[in-house]
């Protein structure tokens, strides 16, 4: 099983939709998480840190099921600079595993 | 705002060459982190360093590949006799935190070409 799963997409989505992503971790010791957007040859940048609690932060909404290892972050009212690759991102040491990215397109 | 520079942006070099890529970290950060990107493929990590010395590598860094932190500034990642294989994008990164428990700072990445 790989450390991080997500579904590479492509997601492709009209301007205002919500969309979501989902990823699940293999290593339960894994401690903090977090979404990562990249977009085309450029490096990771934060998004959001996820929190079991959930968190939101404008129309960003991540959630944390740490049972069933599982991450997910919605978008609500997307818009066309929404469009890049959302990476998840897990601890299980000091180091952060990426995930393969979900890529999303938002269309006019 | 204060940020990681990499540097070159693009290097193109011969299978077998040795190559340096370098790396300035955000001034009051800690722990230096490699990381590598083959196009199309996931961000991975290749080694931290903390305190002067390797905290974790991955099995991608073996003795091909080698960190240094050569004055209180830099942190630079050599290869040793490149291959092919090694043509990748790689980021340089950096926090304050302790590894994982916050926000990594990635350089804008240093493009590697092996032919």
């Known amino acids: 099983r790989k450390e991080v799963e997500q579904d590479p997409g492509p997601f492709n989505v009209p301007e205002g939709a919500t969309v979501a992503f989902n990823c699940t971790y293999s290593n339960s010791a894994s401690q903090s998480f977090f979404w990562y957007r990249q977009d085309c040859r450029k490096e990771p940048k934060l998004l959001m840190s996820?929190?079991?609690s959930g968190n939101e932060d404008g129309r960003f909404t991540a959630q944390l099921n740490r049972a069933s290892q599982y991450i997910s972050l919605l978008i609500r009212d997307s818009k066309l600079s929404d469009s890049a690759t959302y990476l998840c991102v897990v601890t299980p040491t000091d180091k952060l595993i990426f995930g393969t990215g979900t890529r999303l397109q938002v269309f006019p | 705002e204060p940020e990681v520079t990499q540097t070159p942006s693009h290097q193109v070099t011969q299978m077998g060459q040795e190559v340096i890529l370098r790396c300035v970290p955000i001034?009051?950060?800690?722990?230096f982190y490699w990381y590598r990107q083959i196009l199309g493929q996931k961000v991975e990590f290749l080694v931290s360093f903390y305190n002067n010395e390797i905290s974790e590598k991955s099995e991608i860094f073996d003795d091909q590949f080698s960190v240094e932190r050569p004055d209180g500034s830099n942190f630079t990642l050599k290869i040793r006799s490149t291959k092919l294989e090694d043509s990748a994008m790689y980021f340089c990164?950096?926090?304050?935190?302790?590894?994982?428990?916050?926000?990594?700072?990635f350089g804008e990445g240093s493009r590697l070409t092996v032919l």
């Open positions: 996820v929190y079991s």
């Open positions: 001034s009051n950060h800690l722990y």
């Open positions: 990164a950096s926090t304050g935190d302790r590894g994982g428990a916050g926000e990594l700072f």
